[in-house]
Every structure is written in C-alpha cells, then in structure tokens.
C-alpha cells in the first residue's frame, strides 16, 4: 500500500477537458437560455440554445424563438448578415448569420450559425491554455494518474511537446479504445484527447498562440495521417477560467489510415516537434512544411480516389526533391536540375536516405506487374512513375496501359510513393527512432515492422 501511495503521490494528474462529450458526435452545448441579437441600434431577445455541432460542417450554431417579434422586425437582420452580433449575459459572443426565420403568431423561430465564438473576454491575459483533440489515433505514452469514480487509476496517457519556448502536454482519455470502435462504427468526431499548453516565460499572446497553434495542429497531421486539431481553447489564469474559444477548425471525420508512428513508443516525437517548430519558425521554409503534410495528407487520405492520390503523392515528392536537394544541399543547379526525369529524381532522394530502388518484396502486384510490362521497369521509382504518367497522360497506349492495371497495382504504388514521402520528412525533421514501415504490409503480415529509419548510422 505504501509504495502503490508513493507512485500515485509521484504521477501527475491527467489533464481536464475543456468541454463535456459523452457519445459520438454528440453537439456540445454552448449556452441555453436568453441571449440577443444586435444590428446597429436594434436588439432582438432569443430564448434558446447554443450548440457547438459537428454536422453538416463544425461550428457554433444557435436556435431559438423571439416571442412577439415579427418577421418584418428580423429582415434587415437576415440582410446584413455579417453585421449582427451574438451577445450573450452583455458580452457578445461573436458575428451571427441567420440562415433560417419562421414567422408565427405569438412571434419568431429562427436558426443560425457563429463562425467564431468566445464565450468571456479574450482581451484578458492568460497563463495557460487548455484544449481538446478530436479523432486522433492512439499513443500510448508517459504515466499519468485519474480518479474515476471511487478508485485512482494511473495509465500510459501522455506525450509532453517541450521547447525552449513552450509545454504542450496531450492525455489520450479514459476508455480510449471504446470510443475508437464506436468512431469507427459511425465516423465522424469524438473528442479523444485533452491538453494543456503553457508558456515557460511571461502571459500567451494571441497573435502568437495561433500561430504556435497551427504548426502544432500541422504536426499532429503528420503524426496522424489525417487532419485533427486543438479545439475549445479555454483561456486560464491563476486556476480560473477566463475564456473559452469555439471555432471551425481543420478536423477529418474518422477513417482508420496507416500512419508512420509506433502505437507502443513516442522516442524521438518530442525531437521530432522541436525540429518542426524550428522549421516552421522560418518563414523561408514554414510554407514547404505546410504543403508538404499537406499533399502527405491528401495522399493518405485517398483523395480523388487511388488515381488522384497517386498524383498528389508525386507532387509532394517533387516538393521534397526541390527544397532538400536542390534549394538546401545543392547537388544540382541551373537547368540540370529541372531537366532531369521524375524518376530520377526519387532515386536521388532515395540514395540520400539510403533506401534501396527496389521493389519491396510485400508489394506482390507490383512485383507481377513489373514483369509484365513492356519495357520492363528499371525499379521502383521508374515503376511509380510509369504508372503516375499512365493516369495524369492522355495518349491512347497510356489509357490502355492503365485500364489494364489492376486496382490493386495502383493501391500498392500509393503506398510506395507515400512511404517515400514519410521517409523524406522524416530526415528532414532529423528523425532518428523507429517507425512503422508501410511497405513491409502485405496479405499475410498486415501489421507493418517497426525499424529504425534507413540512414540512422
């Protein structure tokens, strides 16, 4: 018992959500009761609600009657939309647009949307900043320690970000796996983890925190393989609650994508934060990290079906090519650099990871398919590259060449041209740990290997 009090009185406690979320795309309630809508001098009183909801897009939305108002009264506030402010206990909550007014005897039922909303003054300073992350994947991580109920539970729930700047702590909830399943199930959203972020020096700025706000958001892509960020940032000083922020931000509905990072190891994640933050702290280099993840994310994702995925990936290795290569080593100039083939260019990105131009051996449609055509393909850079012309070319013997490929050969080049992509960044961001290798998945071992990163000496 002594030493079991030792390790509780030793971990830290988890981190607190800003919101409540019980179930699955389950609105958030903002506020019920009376609140106002004002254009210029005129004011209208609403009883209702406030609701943050995640369907059909994330955002604030109110609903609500205006008893003996007209409809007359509420027109010019349908009409100058973008003038209307949502207030709420004297303090306006933020622009309102009225999408919808129903006219009705005893007065007016109306529907509407807040596209930025802070509930509390946000003119005011604060220490710390807590947030929630919806539908993230699962790392298990540091210990921490939650009272549920009766009995303390202490669980691998955190990964801590750490700069010389600022502390981002991150806790995966209780019950991580159940609402995962249920994600899954239904799609959509769940708030999966919640955080808090604090500045080692002085008050957070705004202008600043929004910025720290979507590199981290940005890197959490690249962790995550789909678009998820920080949500319902609440303001605290000295323990207390100043404000609390809901805004539409970059958020994927749920659907299980491969991603690079180990489930059961976060070595190197906080290196790898700080390279990014650093990176991204250059203005010459912030607009690569973000078209990177980017084409990284849109390619994961699937988008425009496997064809156009294919042609994102290319894009993003290209984007690679220049800025590592060429922009930053110089092994190329002038138009020797332009001119060489795209294949080309993937090996010398390759030989500078220290990856091997050959076809993995998981990939069995590729490995067929490389036999089969006519020329046969040098390697696996020609061979990705053959068939991203085959999709993005429009001559006849190129659409022949693609109707003949089976989906699966086309799936299996995503995967090779997104592995590329992950162990590019990865040495960009000066990775040096483990990683969930995609292209050792195949039909008879779909767990992928977790090895160390190709150039690690």
């Given at each position: 018992?002594?030493?079991?009090?030792?390790?509780?009185?030793?971990?830290?406690?988890?981190?607190?959500?800003?919101?409540k979320?019980?179930?699955?795309n389950?609105?958030?309630?903002?506020?019920?009761?009376?609140?106002?809508?004002?254009?210029?001098?005129?004011?209208?009183?609403?009883?209702g609600?406030?609701?943050?909801?995640?369907?059909?897009?994330?955002?604030?939305?109110?609903?609500?009657?205006?008893?003996?108002?007209?409809?007359?009264?509420?027109?010019?506030f349908?009409?100058?939309?973008?003038?209307?402010?949502?207030?709420?206990?004297?303090?306006?909550?933020?622009?309102?647009?009225?999408?919808?007014?129903?006219?009705?005897?005893?007065?007016?039922?109306?529907?509407?949307?807040?596209?930025?909303?802070?509930?509390?003054?946000?003119?005011?300073?604060?220490?710390?900043?807590?947030?929630?992350?919806?539908?993230?994947?699962?790392?298990?991580?540091?210990?921490?320690?939650?009272r549920?109920?009766?009995?303390?539970?202490?669980?691998?729930?955190?990964?801590?970000?750490?700069?010389?700047?600022y502390?981002?702590?991150?806790?995966?909830?209780?019950?991580?796996?159940?609402?995962?399943?249920?994600?899954?199930?239904?799609?959509?959203?769940?708030?999966?983890?919640?955080?808090?972020?604090?500045?080692?020096?002085?008050?957070?700025?705004?202008?600043?925190?929004?910025?720290?706000?979507?590199?981290?958001?940005?890197?959490?892509?690249?962790?995550?393989?789909?678009?998820?960020?920080?949500?319902?940032?609440?303001?605290?000083?000295?323990?207390?609650?100043?404000?609390?922020?809901?805004?539409?931000?970059?958020?994927?509905?749920?659907?299980?994508v491969?991603?690079?990072?180990?489930?059961?190891?976060?070595?190197?994640?906080?290196?790898?934060?700080?390279?990014?933050?650093?990176?991204?702290?250059?203005?010459?280099?912030?607009?690569?990290?973000?078209?990177?993840?980017?084409?990284?994310?849109?390619?994961?994702?699937?988008?425009?079906?496997?064809?156009?995925?294919?042609?994102?990936?290319?894009?993003?290795?290209?984007?690679?090519?220049?800025?590592?290569?060429?922009?930053?080593?110089?092994?190329?100039?002038?138009?020797?650099?332009?001119?060489?083939?795209?294949?080309?260019k993937?090996?010398?990105?390759?030989?500078?990871?220290?990856?091997?131009?050959?076809?993995?051996?998981?990939?069995?449609?590729?490995?067929?398919?490389?036999?089969?055509?006519?020329?046969?393909?040098?390697?696996?850079?020609?061979?990705?590259?053959?068939?991203?012309?085959?999709?993005?070319?429009?001559?006849?013997?190129?659409?022949?060449?693609?109707?003949?490929?089976?989906?699966?050969?086309?799936?299996?080049?995503?995967?090779?041209?997104?592995?590329?992509?992950?162990?590019?960044?990865?040495?960009?961001?000066?990775?040096?740990?483990?990683?969930?290798?995609?292209?050792?998945?195949?039909?008879s071992?779909?767990?992928?290997?977790?090895?160390?990163?190709?150039?690690?000496?």
């Amino acid at each position: 018992m002594d030493e079991w009090l030792q390790l509780l009185n030793s971990t830290p406690p988890i981190t607190t959500f800003p919101v409540k979320m019980d179930h699955v795309n389950e609105p958030i309630l903002i506020h019920e009761g009376e609140f106002k809508l004002k254009l210029d001098d005129k004011m209208i009183t609403i009883t209702g609600k406030i609701h943050y909801e995640w369907f059909p897009i994330l955002g604030s939305k109110f609903s609500g009657k205006a008893a003996n108002v007209s409809f007359f009264t509420i027109m010019p506030f349908f009409n100058e939309s973008e003038k209307v402010e949502l207030i709420i206990d004297g303090v306006i909550f933020g622009k309102a647009k009225l999408i919808e007014v129903s006219d009705f005897p005893t007065g007016a039922e109306m529907e509407g949307i807040i596209p930025y909303g802070v509930k509390g003054d946000k003119a005011i300073v604060v220490t710390k900043v807590r947030f929630a992350i919806p539908n993230l994947r699962n790392f298990n991580g540091n210990v921490t320690k939650e009272r549920i109920e009766t009995n303390d539970h202490i669980k691998r729930t955190r990964i801590t970000f750490e700069n010389d700047d600022y502390l981002i702590i991150i806790d995966r909830r209780h019950k991580y796996e159940e609402f995962r399943r249920e994600l899954k199930n239904k799609g959509g959203y769940f708030l999966l983890y919640s955080g808090e972020l604090t500045k080692k020096k002085g008050n957070i700025g705004l202008e600043k925190l929004n910025d720290l706000l979507r590199c981290f958001s940005n890197f959490l892509w690249f962790l995550n393989g789909r678009r998820c960020s920080p949500l319902f940032l609440q303001g605290v000083y000295e323990e207390e609650v100043i404000w609390t922020e809901y805004r539409r931000n970059y958020v994927d509905q749920y659907k299980y994508v491969i991603t690079w990072p180990q489930e059961h190891d976060i070595n190197g994640l906080n290196e790898l934060w700080q390279e990014f933050y650093r990176i991204w702290n250059n203005e010459d280099d912030k607009d690569f990290l973000v078209s990177a993840v980017h084409w990284y994310i849109e390619a994961n994702s699937n988008s425009g079906f496997v064809e156009g995925a294919i042609i994102m990936a290319q894009t993003a290795l290209e984007l690679i090519y220049n800025l590592l290569l060429i922009e930053k080593k110089k092994i190329l100039n002038g138009k020797d650099a332009e001119s060489i083939s795209a294949s080309n260019k993937i090996r010398l990105l390759l030989s500078h990871l220290n990856v091997s131009y050959e076809i993995p051996n998981s990939f069995n449609e590729l490995n067929l398919i490389a036999k089969e055509l006519t020329p046969k393909p040098v390697d696996a850079p020609d061979l990705f590259v053959r068939i991203r012309n085959a999709i993005v070319h429009s001559q006849e013997t190129k659409r022949k060449e693609l109707a003949n490929m089976p989906d699966e050969v086309k799936l299996e080049a995503l995967q090779l041209g997104i592995w590329y992509i992950e162990l590019s960044l990865l040495y960009i961001l000066k990775f040096e740990g483990k990683y969930s290798n995609r292209s050792s998945i195949s039909f008879s071992s779909p767990v992928p290997d977790e090895v160390p990163v190709p150039w690690k000496k």
